[in-house]
C-alpha cells in the first residue's frame, strides 16, 4: 500500500469513526482534527484555515480529488504547480517522480514566469498541473490557457480552481485599476474578472475538455461540515483534446 493509499484509509476511518468532543474538524491534508478551524481570507471567514497546516477549502478539495476520484498519483507524476501552497507542497513533492514549481513573484520557485507570455518549460512536459487561484489575477487569461494546454501531457490533466459566481456570466473591464473598486466588483483589490460557468467555454476554447468537480455531488454532507468544504466549490479538471 503507497503513501497516498495509507493516507486515504486513515481518512475514511477517521471519517466513519466520527468525530470526538475535541474534534469536530477534520483536516485530510495533515490528517489531524481540530475543535475548530481558524479564520481566513480578506473577509475572515470563519471556521475555515487548519491551525496544523494552514489548509483551507480548496486545498481539502483538491486533495480529496487527487487521493479519491484522480488518477494522478496512482503513479509518480511529473507535477507542475503554480502559486505553490505550501500544504500542498508538503503532501505532494514526496508524491511526484518531479516537482516543479512556478510563480511570477515568490522568491524559492523553481521556474519565475509570467503565465501569460511563453514560459520557458516544454511542451507536454507534465502529467498534473495544479493552477489555483491564479487565473482571475492576470489580464491575458485565454494566453494563459492555452499556455497550461500547451503544457499538459496528452494523457494528463490540469487542476483549475477560480471564484465563480454561477449566476452570472464572467465580469471584467481591464481599465478598472481602482482597488477598492475591483474590491467591490471582483472580491479582491487584486482580481481584474470574476468569472462565470462561462470560464468552462474559455477553457475549452484554449483545446481543454472540461469537467466540474463540486463537493457536494461526490462527498456526504457530514464529511464536508467536517472537513469544512465550500459544498458548490467548483474544482474544475481540465485534459487537453489534442
Known sequence: MGQIDRALARLRGKLHRGASSDESRWCPLCEQGSAQFLPYGGHKRPDVRCPQCGSAERHRLIW???????????????????????????????????YVTLDLYASGVDVQADITKPIPLDDGA??????SHLLEHVDDDAFAMRELVRLTAPDGECLVLTPIDPHLPTAEDLSITDPAERTRLYGQSDHVRLYGLDVIDRLTSAGFDVESFVANEHLEPAEIQRMRLEPLERLLVCRPTR
Open 64 to 98: 480529496l480529488y487527487l487521493t479519491r476520484y484522480s488518477r494522478s498519483l496512482k503513479h509518480p507524476p511529473r507535477l507542475l504547480h503554480m502559486a505553490p501552497e505550501k500544504c500542498l507542497t508538503l503532501k505532494l513533492q514526496p508524491a511526484a517522480a518531479q
Open 126 to 131: 507534465f502529467d498534473l498541473i495544479l493552477c
